[in-house]
């Protein structure tokens, strides 16, 4: 042999490990799996708490203001008509007596009297009252998801939904969102 065959002998078998190693690697590359299937998809949620405030316009009783403070009017007319009414009953220098205690007795209940008309005197008016209520709400962070790879089980966060599958790349799950192509 020449040496020009040897040569060429051991080019060809070089090359020929080199396609052969290549192939295998190959063969193992198509045998990875490319996607791990989606066992279960679980939301994560964080709650948020935003304060508002909320108003409301609420019907208010309050004692209406006094006018006659020392209810004389309520006492005038109690005494005239006691004293009207004691005049009628008694005679002679009884009649002055039970004209007198009649007056002051009809002073009594008629300052009574008024004093308990103006408790029940009442004013109604609208006020708004607002206070700060707190509103809660969940908002989706991500996702817990749990993958099946070559037979086990694994579980990987992701920021995005995913379909029934996620892609593997080099052996591993890939839990980017994919590109949006316009």
Do not use: W
């Amino acid at each position: 042999m020449d040496k020009s065959m040897l040569k060429g002998v051991a080019v060809g078998g070089f090359a020929m490990v080199v396609l052969g190693a290549s192939g295998v690697t190959g063969y193992q590359a198509l045998k990875k799996p490319t996607v791990a299937d989606v066992v279960a998809v679980k939301p994560v949620t964080e709650t948020v708490v935003t304060p508002r405030e909320r108003c409301e316009d609420v019907q208010v009783r309050r004692q209406a203001p006094v006018q006659d403070q020392h209810r004389v009017a309520g006492t005038v007319v109690g005494g005239v008509a006691g004293g009207l009414l004691g005049g009628a009953v008694g005679r002679g220098n009884g009649n002055t007596l039970a004209t007198v205690a009649g007056a002051v007795a009809g002073g009594y209940a008629g300052n009574q009297v008024q004093k308990n008309l103006q408790q029940k005197d009442v004013v109604v008016s609208t006020e708004r009252r607002c206070k700060t209520v707190n509103e809660k709400s969940q908002n989706v962070i991500g996702y817990q998801v749990t993958y099946r790879l070559d037979g086990q089980e694994g579980t990987a966060r992701t920021a995005f939904k995913p379909g029934a599958t996620l892609p593997v790349k080099d052996g591993k799950v890939v839990t980017t969102p994919p590109e949006i192509r316009s």
